[in-house]
């Protein structure tokens, strides 16, 4: 077998996996959003089927569920703007018919072009800030695992260095991923980790270096003196590896999530954000939110604690699956 036709194989067999991984993520995601979909969904119902005719009242008491469900006044605001006008553009006067234009509506404000994966194909440096508790470390190790089963060599700096016990759970992930784990003594200097971490990448030509960073927030000035250290030495050693800045942030958190990506992004150049612990959380509006206001992507999703439970954000998938009332098929 000629090796091109090999690697025509290995190519369809790994659009299979991804296609088979969706679907099963789409169940999942399907189940994570319940308490949102009961928070949001079941209270935009009530109006549509409460309400005889589109006035003032209806479009304050769909404004209410919005903001309630976390989808922040901002992106409310746009999302009623844009309804109202494709009511008057097609003479709408049944509540009833608002229902898809609300949806399309949602879908309009969360779309802020095509969301860029370019570190994936090429030697990149990634740096993922976070405050404790978000699942910041697990989500590097689940990044790691996903890369490597695109059979992609990985190295991870352990530079969050200053969190108890950081190092040890990333090295617990570096194994589960079989990638090569960069680490210092607890509370050293988490820039030094990155130099050797870009060393180490750059000796073993490794496709992506995944730096866990600290995240602290109480002090911003030194956690912006840190990131800028960390960014001169990533621009120094290694000019020529494509750069990404990934922010975790907690869906169950809310508004907090997104008051996070706000002060992250005045202190960094934040490329994209990962979503945690979408399951199981009311406030999955909060995508919406964050997508609305600060412009940058969502790019990843968690809705569980396994690997395949970090997917790629797909607005439109995100949306589809807020509002089904389907059970999804197992």
Not at 8 to 21: A, F, L, R
Not at 211 to 219: E, I, M, Q, S, V
Not at 266 to 273: F, K, S
Request: with cysteine; net charge negative.
């Amino acid at each position: 077998m000629s090796e091109e036709v090999k690697m025509e194989e290995v190519k369809m067999e790994e659009v299979k996996q991804e296609s088979e991984e969706k679907q099963g993520f789409f169940r999942r995601l399907v189940s994570g959003l319940t308490k949102t979909r009961d928070n949001i969904i079941s209270g935009m119902d009530n109006i549509f089927s409460g309400f005889s005719r589109i006035d003032e009242e209806f479009y304050e008491e769909l404004e209410e569920v919005l903001i309630m469900g976390d989808l922040g006044v901002q992106a409310t605001d746009n999302i009623l703007e844009d309804l109202k006008e494709k009511v008057r553009a097609r003479h709408i006067k049944e509540p009833s018919e608002c229902r898809q234009l609300l949806i399309d509506s949602i879908k309009e404000q969360m779309d802020i072009g095509e969301t860029a994966y370019e570190f994936e194909d090429r030697t990149s440096v990634v740096m993922v800030i976070g405050v404790n508790g978000v699942g910041k470390t697990t989500t590097i190790g689940k990044l790691a695992g996903k890369l490597r089963s695109r059979h992609k060599k990985v190295v991870l700096a352990a530079a969050d260095t200053f969190r108890a016990a950081a190092g040890e759970q990333l090295k617990e992930w570096a194994d589960r991923a079989q990638a090569e784990l960069i680490g210092g003594q607890e509370g050293s200097d988490p820039a030094s980790v990155v130099y050797d971490a870009v060393a180490a990448a750059k000796a073993r030509h490794a496709d992506v270096l995944l730096c866990d960073t600290a995240g602290r927030l109480h002090n911003k000035k030194n956690l912006m003196e840190e990131l800028k250290k960390m960014n001169r030495i990533i621009d120094r050693e290694f000019p020529d590896a494509y750069r990404e800045t990934l922010v975790v942030l907690d869906a169950t958190t809310g508004q907090n999530a997104l008051m996070q990506a706000k002060e992250f992004n005045e202190v960094a150049d934040i490329t994209g954000i990962i979503l945690t612990k979408m399951d199981g959380t009311a406030k999955g509006g909060i995508a919406v939110a964050i997508q609305a206001e600060l412009g940058i992507p969502v790019k990843y999703i968690g809705v569980g604690e396994t690997i395949e439970d970090l997917q790629k954000f797909d607005a439109d998938e995100f949306v589809n699956a807020l509002f089904t009332t389907e059970k999804p098929e197992e």
